[in-house]
């Protein structure tokens, strides 16, 4: 619980206690330690989460406005800095503080206007300063020079330049191209499309032929048609578009489910389009789509209309609920809410066989409407009796017999309570009356006046006929004055005004300029006082200059003369001043322009001037100041699609292409590379890259096309780079070698290699492994199915010289093989061989031997052999290996006998023998 003591002086101390109380009593009092009142302190604080990344960007010639709320207490002070230095205030560049609120105010903010803003809130608790940068940007430079003939023949010139130094903070569209004759001063457009710092220039005819240039259809939609187009019912629209192309576009107007706009005036010249709907209603909302078209191509834009009118009737009124003292009700929003957001609901009661109610009710009369009785009778009703009963009074007292179903009874006293009852009369007789189910209270419905203006300012042509309508409310009845530019407005066979009790209307007919000004609305009544202020302008030519035309400078070959502006702009201004060069020399559609041509590092202002569709132009914007042509730098940046973070997979013989938006000051140069390497474009592969666009795109793709692409920016501010993978899913390429060749014997030898670097995307399943003799061109499949990275090779010729290759397989097909060097088969080793000692021939024991072990058997006993062993590969056979002299005899002789050492425990039937081993074993344990 809490509550805010007031009225305390300030630095004096004070107790507070609190007690509860209850229907039983007061309880003990709770009481405060001691409080001295006075300010509390807080560090200024300044909320700079509306500003995004506390920057500001904005165009050159826009106002910039930024307000921050700042807070602390006591309330701080507010100082501004720029890039360091005190903040000059002028009249473009302002700072104030309103309320809990600091606001920078830059009017028609230039170059000059960028930098850091720096504001330092100050108050008894402490300083705190905030930085807010803003950035300006504005028309690009020129193209850096000189211009570099790359290429001439006598048919065409290829020449290049540097992009422009300064891009004003907008990336570089294209460039336009010119030419001229040395002997002639008019320029002669080549292209205005050129994407690129390269152009060819090809050979003009001598004698070009005129040709009508086409445009495609272009539309200039108002600002306000792009937002939701708000009026009120009753009320007319109209909708008013400029539109250009060559040939002239036809327009055509249709409701947003393509059907036509019957209840509209359409008219359609070779410069505008209109649709004009009279006394809106709710139905007339809607999205309005205007197409037009010529042989250049079609565009359509979308106007969404809403019409403010009262809502439809709920649905679906269901009872829920119901007991003896309550009904529950539910029911569903109306169809229509008129435009408008529904604010609140009425409900009402009667008594199911009354059907009379209380409509409007003043501090002297109340007003009743009825419905006719179910039944008359048989007899025609032919007028209603109406009977009133004051609050306290038992006696009903007739008021008055009327013939409608509605009545108003007068001279009631104010402020009573009274009853109202009513009863059919025909020939016959009166019917029993039937009351109102609440008592009326006479009183005034008090409603200060209000208006409700969606526009305070209107345009018409001059000729046409301007009708206003200005919904308002006010219980009593306003009063209605019109003041129009200061003088109360007079009613004239032009000119008329005036009011119902929710209404008010001005009507022009055939407007002129003399109907150009404010005009001011009051409305009054007891319970307060409103203005309204409605603006028009009547859009035509400009009045006449103002004289004298003075002479103002002579000379041999110039005059100078000066004027004063019309009096009458026509809704409009005049044309602009003669020192100011004009820099486009094309129709401007955008709010958005590229002047080219400017000198680097010379200064420049700019200015723009409106043009309307009746040929008209309006003032002149305020000067941009003083703007130097130079770049800004910042590093290279680029956005790419997250699709692209991952691994891009690819079908081979499928396109693919990767592509990002490049971003920096000046635009960077772009690179695709592939590991080291940089790309170029080839037959399957195409690079084309745009000022802000990177794009690479390869057809057909194969195995090779796969791999890691690196996208590289550079420019004086920095490098950047993102690398895509990229996986074809394709054959396996061929296996790692060399093939290794062992174990080679007469008839057999092992193979293995490595598995393929490129899987195609799929795993390796198996691989198919083949032979050929060197002297036949004809491939055998050895095995065609190898799991394994190795191969033990079988029944091959002794003598023979092989080559062997590999392929490996994988779900989507066979890849390239690899291929061995060739291979001679035969027996590594020569048959070892024996001698006798005494003989110096050695004789071959065995031809065969594939181990490094043999068994010599059939040796002479007692005779004395050398053996020797001699390796043999395909190269030839290596030095021996002798073995010592070794006598051929048995190698195991009987064992020489035991000795008995003793003889004890004899008994009679055993004893004990103790003995040593022989000397001699025989060779054998």
């Not at 700072?95 to 606001?103: D, K, L, N, P, S």
Request: glycine share 6%; aromatic share 6%.
């Amino acid at each position: 619980m809490d509550f805010i003591v007031k009225n305390l002086n300030e630095n004096e101390e004070y107790i507070f206690r609190v007690m509860a109380v209850n229907l039983s009593g007061r309880s003990a009092p709770r009481e405060s330690k001691p409080i001295t009142v006075k300010e509390s302190t807080m560090l200024p604080e300044f909320d700079l989460r509306a500003v995004c990344q506390k920057t500001v960007i904005a165009k050159a010639g826009d106002d910039i406005k930024v307000e921050i709320p700042v807070i602390g207490r006591p309330r701080p002070t507010v100082s501004w800095q720029k890039d360091g230095t005190a903040l000059k205030l002028t009249q473009r560049t302002n700072a104030e503080m309103t309320g809990a609120t600091v606001v920078l105010s830059i009017g028609e903010c230039n170059r000059s206007d960028s930098g850091v803003y720096t504001m330092t809130g100050k108050n008894i608790a402490g300083t705190v300063s905030e930085n807010l940068i803003v950035r300006v940007h504005d028309v690009p430079g020129p193209p850096k020079g000189p211009v570099k003939i790359v290429e001439i023949s006598r048919t065409y010139c290829v020449f290049s330049w540097e992009p422009p130094e300064n891009d004003g903070g907008v990336p570089i569209n294209n460039y336009v191209v010119e030419i001229r004759d040395t002997t002639s001063q008019t320029w002669t457009e080549l292209s205005a499309t050129v994407i690129r710092t390269v152009f060819k220039a090809a050979a003009v005819p001598e004698n070009p032929k005129a040709e009508d240039r086409l445009l495609p259809p272009e539309m200039d939609v108002d600002a306000e048609l792009r937002k939701v187009v708000s009026l009120r019912a009753c009320c007319s629209l109209r909708l008013f578009v400029p539109i250009r192309g060559r040939p002239t576009p036809t327009a055509k107007w249709t409701k947003e489910d393509g059907e036509t706009v019957e209840r509209a005036t359409i008219d359609t010249t070779t410069s505008y389009t209109s649709l004009v709907i009279e006394n809106v209603n709710r139905f007339d909302s809607g999205k309005y789509n205007l197409t037009v078209e010529n042989s250049s191509g079609s565009k359509t834009v979308t106007v969404q209309v809403r019409v403010l009118d009262t809502p439809s009737a709920p649905q679906n009124l269901k009872i829920t609920a119901v007991t003896y003292e309550s009904v529950t009700l539910t029911w569903d929003p109306p169809a229509n809410d008129g435009g408008v957001k529904i604010k609140n609901y009425i409900v009402e009661k009667r008594e199911s066989t009354r059907k009379a109610y209380a409509t409007d009710v003043t501090k002297s009369s109340v007003t009743l409407t009825w419905e006719k009785p179910a039944h008359d009778g048989g007899s025609r009703v032919g007028c209603y009796v109406v009977e009133v009963q004051p609050k306290g009074v038992e006696k009903w007292t007739q008021a008055l017999i009327v013939k409608e179903t509605e009545a108003t009874i007068s001279n009631l006293n104010a402020g009573e309570e009274y009853m109202f009852r009513v009863a059919a009369r025909n020939e016959k007789g009166t019917s029993d009356p039937r009351q109102i189910g609440v008592p009326v209270i006479v009183k005034d419905l008090v409603i200060a006046p209000d208006v409700k203006m969606l526009f305070n300012t209107f345009s018409v042509l001059a000729g046409e006929d301007l009708t206003i309508d200005i919904p308002f409310v006010a219980r009593p009845k306003a009063a209605v004055s019109w003041v129009k530019d200061g003088v109360p407005l007079k009613r004239t066979t032009r000119v008329n005004f005036s009011a119902t009790e929710t209404m008010l209307n001005l009507n022009i007919k055939e407007a002129t300029r003399e109907d150009v000004g404010q005009y001011l609305i009051t409305l009054t009544n007891t319970a307060g006082e409103t203005k309204a202020e409605v603006g028009v302008v009547v859009l035509d030519k400009p009045g006449q200059p103002m004289g004298p035309v003075k002479v103002e400078e002579v000379t041999s070959d110039s005059i100078s003369i000066s004027w004063s502006p019309p009096e009458y702009q026509g809704g409009c201004t005049e044309l602009p001043e003669g020192r100011w060069l004009k820099a486009n020399f094309t129709n401007v559609i955008e709010t958005e322009y590229v002047a080219t041509g400017l000198v680097p590092d010379n200064q420049y202002e700019f200015r723009v001037i409106a043009r309307n569709a009746a040929g008209v132009f309006s003032l002149p914007s305020y000067s941009t100041g003083p703007i130097t042509a130079k770049d800004e730098i910042e590093p290279p940046r680029l956005s790419i699609d997250p699709e692209y973070t991952q691994t891009l997979v690819v079908n081979a013989g499928d396109n693919f292409k990767i592509d990002a938006d490049v971003h920096g000051k000046p635009l960077p140069s772009i690179h695709w590379m592939m590991g080291e390497q940089e790309l170029g474009n080839t037959i399957h592969r195409e690079i084309k890259n745009l000022p802000t666009k990177a794009f690479i795109s390869v057809k057909e793709a194969k195995l090779s096309d796969g791999g890691e692409y690196t996208l590289l920016l550079r420019n004086p501010g920095g490098e950047k780079s993102v690398k895509v993978n990229v996986m074809v899913l394709d054959k396996p390429g061929e296996p790692q070698g060399p093939v290794n060749v062992t174990g080679i014997m007469k008839d057999r030898c092992c193979i293995s290699w490595k598995a393929p670097l490129q899987d195609g995307g799929s795993k390796i399943s198996h691989y198919i492994v083949e032979r050929r003799e060197t002297s036949r061109l004809v491939w055998t499949v050895i095995d065609p199915k190898v799991e394994s990275t190795c191969l033990k090779v079988t029944k091959l010729l002794e003598g023979d010289e092989y080559i062997f290759r590999i392929r490996a397989v994988n779900q989507f097909g066979v890849g390239a093989p690899l291929e061995s060097a060739p291979v001679l088969i035969k027996d590594p080793y020569l048959p070892p061989e024996r001698r006798e000692t005494s003989r110096l021939a050695w004789t071959v024991v065995c031809s065969s031997c594939t181990a490094p072990c043999y068994k010599v058997t059939k040796l002479l006993e007692g005779n004395e052999y050398t053996f020797r062993v001699m390796a043999v590969n395909k190269y030839g056979t290596s030095e021996p290996l002798e073995s010592g002299n070794v006598v051929m005899r048995t190698p195991f002789v009987a064992p020489g006998p035991p000795h008995i050492e003793d003889v004890s425990h004899i008994a009679r039937d055993g004893m004990t023998l103790t003995w040593t081993a022989p000397e001699s074993d025989g060779g054998s344990e």
